[in-house]
């Protein structure tokens, strides 16, 4: 099975986060070098594998489930009702 190599911006589109956010806050915290992104031939472009980064959103999102009491912040934290 080949796999999807994004940049930043398409990544950007597809799950409608900012660039900025992508780079800051989600990469090498939650967005790991070597399983979710690589560096072709060791550059500086980064190249984001699509496949795992949608079957790990898709993990979190079924093991912390949001209540009907819970309330999402700004940080991604859940504050439960």
């Known amino acids: 099975m080949g796999q999807t190599y994004l940049t ?10 900012d660039v900025r956010t992508i780079r800051e ?3 090498d915290s939650v967005l790991i070098e070597g399983v979710h992104y690589l560096r072709p031939f060791g550059g500086r472009k980064i190249l984001f594998v699509w496949e795992a980064i949608e079957r790990d ?9 949001i209540g009907m009491n819970a309330i999402p912040m700004a940080n991604g934290a859940v504050l439960h009702g």
């Not at 930043?8 to 986060?17: A, F, P, R």
């Open 57 to 65: 959103m898709k993990v979190v999102s079924i093991q912390q489930p």
């Open 25 to 27: 806050r989600l990469k």
């Open 8 to 17: 930043t911006d398409e990544l950007s589109s597809k799950i409608k986060y």
